[in-house]
């Protein structure tokens, strides 16, 4: 029962990561971001593997995007290739996860769909992209491997910046809070997230 079990968890993962990944990968151009993501492609297309080494690496778009979006045209030369090779990287990496702690995941496949990274990549591909190269990371960070971890954390920076933010999070989420310091963690984790947008604003500010 338990082989069978596990047959049928696996079977329901992988049809419902095909169908996410049908629906993600070919889904067109109704997204903002997805014409945008066209242009890059076509916009760095005669550029040389060197040339993009020799990029800006803190400009837009990230080096490893572009590095990644340079093996993909040796394949085949058509942003839609991009697009589902994207696509089954984040579903594949988000599922994993799911099936690890559920054997079967209606309730959380919906989440990751509805408010997790799923919907939100079609807009914010990179960023999801990296989000879910951090998910490989994870495990390094419950084994407190900090040297992988950081490996993880530098290659999903390289698609993009944002990822590095996830460093200090290996020394914070490594931190045994007494009582006390839950209930100070707790009031600084509310007023981070009502006055998130100002926070946002002033950093737009110089950045």
């Known amino acids: 029962k338990v082989n069978n079990r596990s047959f049928n968890s696996k079977i ?20 903002v971001d997805y014409n945008n ?13 060197l040339q993009i080494l020799s990029k800006n690496f803190m400009g837009y778009p990230e080096t490893g995007y572009l590095v990644y979006q340079f093996l993909i045209k040796l394949i085949y030369n ?12 984040i ?4 599922i994993d996860v799911i099936e ?5 995941g209606i309730l959380p496949v919906l989440l990751f769909m509805e408010l997790g990274n799923y919907y939100s990549s079609f807009n914010v591909m990179r960023q999801i992209l990296a989000a879910s190269i951090l998910l490989i990371g994870s495990s ?3 084994d407190k491997k900090f040297l992988k971890y950081s490996i993880v954390v530098l290659i999903a ?13 290996y020394f ?26 100002q926070i946002i604003s002033f950093v737009q500010i110089f950045y």
Do not use: C
């Open 140 to 142: 390094y960070l419950y």
């Open 100 to 104: 690890e702690y559920f054997p079967y």
């Open 157 to 169: 920076f390289t698609i993009h910046k944002s990822a590095l933010i996830m460093l200090p999070f």
């Open 78 to 89: 058509n942003p839609i290739l991009l697009f589902v090779v994207t696509s089954i990287i």
């Open 37 to 49: 993501y066209v242009d890059l492609f076509y916009r760095y297309e005669n550029w040389s593997f």
């Open 172 to 197: 914070i989420l490594n931190i045994k809070l007494k009582k006390q310091g839950i209930v100070w963690f707790t009031i600084a984790s509310i007023l981070l997230s009502v006055f998130l947008p």
């Open 91 to 94: 579903v594949k990496l988000n």
């Open 12 to 31: 329901f993962y992988l049809a419902v990561s095909i169908l996410l990944v049908i629906i993600s990968g070919f889904r067109g151009d109704f997204a």
